[in-house]
Every structure is written in C-alpha cells, then in structure tokens.
C-alpha cells in the first residue's frame, strides 16, 4: 500500500507544494504518519487497522519522499547532493533503528500494538518540530515560481527511473 501510495502522490505533490507550501506539507505528511502509527495500538482487536495505518503511513510516505527534494533545493540551494545525502542517510537510520527495535519492545512489554505504537511518539515531535517551522518561515501565498514539471523527456530520469525499478524488484 505505501508504495502504490507513493506511485499516486509522486503526480500530485508539485500541485500540493504549490498550493501549501513545503512546510505545511511536511507536516500533514507528518501527521498522516503519526496518526497511523497510534492507531496500531488498536491493530490485535480490528484488522483493518492495518490497512488503514498502512495507507494512512503510505500517504505520509509519499509526501515526505515528495516534498523532501524541494525542501532540500529550497533552503539549501548551495548544497545540494550534501543535504540530500543526509536526508536518505536519516531516513534509512530510521528504519533501520525501528526495525531493530521494535521485535525486542514487542518482546519486553509482551504486547506488538505497544511496540508498534511508541513510534508515534518521535512521529508527533517531528510533526510539532516541523509545524514550528512552518509557523516561523511563513512561505508567501505566491508560489507561481515554483514550477516542477513531470521530466517525460529527460534521459536521466529514465535512467533513474529504471534503475529504481531494478532496485525495488530485487528488493520486492
């Protein structure tokens, strides 16, 4: 589910950036996903929980995998490759700490909903964190000069876009 989600809103975010600011973005994808992540407390008494956490995350996914290149172009313009290698860096940190992690919680407290659930508290800081920073940037209403295209005709693209789908088959 996360991964179709990303495949829809990877066409729409450019709109949304447009419409919301990067900020305010963030923080909605933010919330999605810490919304979804509470939610999995009650994940053992109704299954549709997770399906509904895992599209409630996939959409929060999506947004930040979205908005996180032209965050990254925006605020940090001289450094590019620099920050974004920071930011996919601490993104698989993340997962990776929460995969580690969560198994032994689950473990401990006997419980995987609570296991499963206590990441919703990181998830709320960096959506309150981000809110802070939505408040004070205060992006104009104007946002006609952002403008991103859909790179049909660009060659890299293609060739980023085939070696991610050879990279997620292998994974998949």
């Given at each position: 589910?996360p991964?179709?989600?990303?495949?829809?809103?990877?066409?729409?975010?450019?709109?949304?950036?447009?419409?919301?600011?990067?900020?305010?973005?963030?923080?909605?994808?933010?919330?999605?996903?810490?919304?979804?992540?509470?939610?999995?407390?009650?994940?053992?008494?109704?299954?549709?929980?997770?399906?509904?956490?895992?599209?409630?995350?996939?959409?929060?996914?999506?947004?930040?995998?979205?908005?996180?290149?032209?965050?990254v172009?925006?605020?940090?313009p001289?450094?590019?490759?620099?920050?974004?290698?920071?930011?996919?860096?601490?993104?698989?940190?993340?997962?990776?700490?929460?995969?580690?992690?969560?198994?032994?919680?689950?473990?401990?407290?006997?419980?995987?909903?609570?296991?499963?659930?206590?990441?919703?508290?990181?998830?709320?800081?960096?959506?309150?964190?981000?809110?802070?920073?939505?408040?004070?940037?205060?992006?104009?209403?104007?946002?006609?000069?952002?403008v991103?295209?859909?790179?049909?005709?660009?060659?890299?693209?293609?060739?980023?876009?085939?070696?991610?789908?050879?990279?997620?088959?292998?994974?998949?």
């Amino acid at each position: 589910i996360p991964t179709v989600c990303m495949a829809i809103f990877a066409l729409v975010i450019p709109r949304l950036v447009r419409r919301h600011g990067i900020g305010w973005l963030t923080v909605g994808g933010l919330a999605a996903i810490t919304i979804a992540l509470a939610l999995r407390w009650w994940s053992s008494s109704w299954g549709g929980v997770l399906f509904l956490t895992a599209l409630l995350a996939g959409v929060g996914i999506a947004v930040g995998a979205g908005v996180t290149p032209s965050f990254v172009r925006e605020w940090f313009p001289e450094r590019v490759m620099r920050v974004s290698s920071y930011t996919t860096a601490t993104f698989m940190a993340g997962a990776a700490i929460a995969a580690a992690v969560t198994v032994p919680l689950a473990q401990w407290w006997g419980s995987w909903p609570a296991a499963l659930t206590v990441w919703a508290v990181p998830a709320f800081l960096a959506t309150v964190a981000w809110a802070v920073v939505a408040l004070r940037r205060r992006e104009s209403a104007d946002r006609s000069e952002f403008v991103m295209r859909l790179p049909w005709r660009s060659r890299t693209a293609w060739f980023l876009a085939a070696f991610l789908a050879v990279n997620s088959v292998a994974f998949y």
